[in-house]
């Protein structure tokens, strides 16, 4: 673990630290951004293990001491910034973990690297500490800040610091890569890739997790039967869906694909076109059923409740409309 292949894509972040080592032009400070599952963490653990092989900084060799006190967390000038509450760093965590740390001098190699998982929860008296070594950091101390949220963080420190981006990994590669992975089949992949929206975190943890496929169904469910159902079902299926979507937009993605399918069979596409043929039965129940309107009228309300969403509408009531509206679309639903 922790070599830059176990991140897929972000080859711009991965091209900036193979060039900095290389030229010995290594930075003190460094923010690392991108949504959580994009790779930061690997990253930075790579980078680090790059700065203190014994070997080959461009190629960690994996089996020197340092290398593998890097890769089992034990190395002493590796640093990870932890925090007690779940949505602050405090300003205590980072005058012990940071400040006070870094004028420890590196016990093995040139380096004391130090990383700040979530490094936008810091608070402001936190930023403020950590400015402190951030301005005046000594010869050997690279600081990694891991962020989702760049404007979370000081423009003070933001302006010390090398900003590296994370970007979202395009469909196929992450598809190819999914593939590669032990225990994931054809199905599982292909479905991973279609909702993790280029997060191959997200896609990792769907591919290889049951629970995936069996919500998928259960949404799956729901949908076929919603236009016959009442409204226990759909109290009901609003329930569920607030309890295994927490971030709601998932649920929208599937009512997407739900709806890319539905078109397909309304095409006469095949089986294999399909992004749930394991549903085709049911799919095609719930086609002869649709009209391409109604299908329509899904997908503009399911921008609709992205909107609502984004406008902090209250997250029952946008899928309550929402589902108000896959009733509605084959006209016999009230
Ligand atoms: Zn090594």
């Known amino acids: 673990m922790f070599d830059f292949q176990d991140v897929v894509g972000q080859e711009a972040v991965k091209e900036h630290f193979r060039t900095a080592v290389a030229s010995d032009r290594v930075s003190h400070a460094y923010m690392l951004i991108g949504e959580a599952g994009f790779g930061k963490g690997t990253l930075a653990d790579a980078f680090a293990k790059m700065l203190l092989c014994e070997r080959d ?5 994996g089996i020197c001491h340092s290398c593998k006190q890097v890769q089992a967390g034990t190395h002493p000038d590796v640093i990870h910034v932890t925090h007690e509450k779940p949505n602050t760093i405090g300003v205590d965590e980072i005058r012990s973990q940071l ?8 016990f093995s190699g040139r ?4 990383i700040v998982p979530d490094a936008d929860k810091m608070s402001v008296q936190a930023q403020n500490a950590a400015l402190k070594t951030i301005e005046e950091p000594p010869e050997y101390a690279v600081i990694l800040l891991l962020c989702s949220r760049e404007d979370a963080l000081l423009e003070t420190i933001r302006s010390r610091c090398v900003k590296l981006r994370l970007h979202p ?3 196929r590669e992450l598809l190819s890569w999914l593939r590669g992975l032990e225990g994931v089949t054809e199905e599982q992949a292909e479905l991973a890739a279609g909702f993790a929206r280029g997060n191959s975190g997200k896609a990792r943890e769907m591919a290889l997790s049951e629970s995936f ?3 998928c169904a259960a949404d799956l469910r729901l949908l076929t039967e919603l236009p016959e159902g009442g409204a226990e079902q759909l109290a009901a299926g609003i329930a569920r869906i607030r309890e295994d979507h927490p971030d709601p937009g ?4 599937f009512v997407r694909m739900y709806c890319r399918d539905l078109l397909v069979l309304k095409n006469r596409g095949r089986r294999e076109d399909l992004i749930f043929p394991e549903w085709e039965k049911e799919l095609t129940r719930a086609a002869v059923q649709s009209t391409l309107p109604g299908i329509g009228r899904i997908l503009e309300e399911t921008e609709r409740t992205e909107e609502r969403l984004r406008a902090n509408v209250n997250p029952e009531l946008a899928i309550e409309l929402l589902l108000l509206a896959v009733r509605q679309s084959t006209g016999k639903g009230k």
């Open 57 to 61: 900084p461009l190629h960690p060799c």
């Open 99 to 106: 400040d006070a740390e870094v004028v420890i001098r590196p």
């Open 111 to 114: 380096r004391r690297v130090f």
């Open 169 to 171: 990994v395009p469909d």
């Open 213 to 215: 496929r069996e919500r």
């Open 250 to 253: 998932t649920f929208l993605d």
